[in-house]
């Protein structure tokens, strides 16, 4: 059984910084791409960064230049530092990786999601 598991939301006001982690746990072979989506109330889910096994990241516009996503594939875990936060990413923050799992003798491919996170930006 393999799980995401985040941590490191909550409030803080405009201007402020957040760092989020999310850590893979089971069992399992190996983990590709992880990122970050993001969905507020009455609006789909958006993704917000997302980087790939070797390091390369890819931000939403709304974001570069303000958030930074990384990872440590020795612990299997995924990072956001957000900084200078507006009240528009308010939102519940979901870490998602592709990840192989061994069975029967081959490695079956599946996303995965966490939980999410609860990410408000207010005064």
């Known amino acids: 059984q393999v799980q995401l598991v985040e941590s490191g939301g909550g409030l803080v006001q405009p201007g402020g910084s957040l760092r989020l982690s999310c850590a893979a746990s089971g069992s399992f072979f190996s983990i590709n791409d992880m990122g970050w989506y993001r969905q507020a109330p009455g609006k789909e889910r958006e993704l917000v960064a997302a980087i790939t096994s070797g390091g390369n990241p890819n931000y939403a516009n709304s974001v570069k230049g303000r958030f930074a996503i990384s990872r440590d594939n020795a612990k299997n875990t995924v990072y956001l530092q957000m900084n200078s936060l507006k009240p528009e990413d308010t939102a519940v923050y979901y870490c998602?990786?592709?990840?192989?799992?061994?069975?029967?003798?081959?490695?079956?491919?599946?996303?995965?999601w966490g939980q999410g996170t609860q990410v408000t930006v207010s005064s």
């Open positions: 998602n990786a592709g990840i192989y799992v061994r069975v029967a003798g081959s490695n079956r491919y599946s996303f995965y």
